[in-house]
């Protein structure tokens, strides 16, 4: 079965302190994967998606077959990366969400 | 180009009453995604539909739930003799084409009293 699992539903951090947010996902095949951020009172808004390999905001995640993890990684947070964090694999006809992980950035 | 627009952006329902959530895609977008947000949960896809079509609903509830996409107008959440348990956030996402990225709507809240 399709699924994306993030242990970690609230992590804080303080500023300047570098951040990994964990996602392991189980999926038979070639698995297309995204990361989701919704800040305060904001819509949820794509991130980045493993394909494009690029970085978006400071963050970046590399996607490891061997360990079936597609972990979100910043060296240095900002207080304005706190947001809650979703961690999403793409299944034949749908996008599925890990249950997210809050970040809290400490000043 | 407006985006994925939900309306209402907060509904409130006495319980036993129907809710009607609306959703309109993004200018050229034939793909529309209904997720539930429940609170201290993550998002839940409950439905998947192009126009006019059901291509995936198995997350959604058997009862009371219905959606539809029809060739003129928003797709529609509706929710028929609402209950408590039925209060949560619902997101509506469009996209092009199958698979590409997802565009997200503000969601709607449901208050069930």
């Known amino acids: 079965a399709q699924r994306v699992t993030q242990p970690e539903k609230l992590l804080s951090v303080f500023k300047g302190a570098p951040v990994e947010l964990k996602c392991n996902y189980s999926?038979?095949?070639?698995?297309?994967l995204f990361w989701y951020v919704q800040y305060s009172r904001q819509r949820l808004q794509l991130l980045l998606r493993?394909?494009s390999r690029e970085s978006i905001k400071g963050f970046t995640a590399d996607l490891n077959k061997g360990e079936t993890s597609f972990h979100l990684k910043k060296p240095f947070a900002q207080e304005e990366d706190s947001a809650m964090y979703y961690c999403?694999?793409?299944?034949?006809?749908?996008?599925?969400f890990g249950p997210g992980t809050s970040l809290s950035v400490i000043p | 180009n407006a985006g994925v627009m939900q309306n209402p952006r907060h509904l409130v329902r006495r319980r036993g009453q129907e809710a009607r959530l609306r959703c309109s895609p993004m200018?050229?977008?034939?793909?529309v995604y209904w997720y539930r947000q429940l609170p201290e949960e993550g998002l839940k896809f409950m439905v998947y539909?192009?126009?006019?079509?059901?291509?995936?609903e198995s997350g959604m509830p058997k009862e009371r739930f219905s959606a539809e996409f029809p060739k003129e107008g928003p797709s529609i959440l509706r929710i028929q003799q609402v209950v408590r348990g039925d209060s949560a956030a619902y997101f509506c996402?469009?996209?092009?084409?199958?698979?590409?990225?997802?565009?997200f709507g503000s969601g709607t809240r449901l208050t069930v009293v």
């Open positions: 996402a469009s996209s092009p084409a199958r698979n590409e990225g997802y565009t």
């Open positions: 999926y038979s095949g070639s698995p297309e």
């Open positions: 493993h394909i």
């Open positions: 999403a694999l793409t299944s034949y006809d749908k996008v599925i």
């Open positions: 200018k050229g977008h034939s793909h």
């Open positions: 539909l192009q126009k006019e079509n059901i291509i995936d």
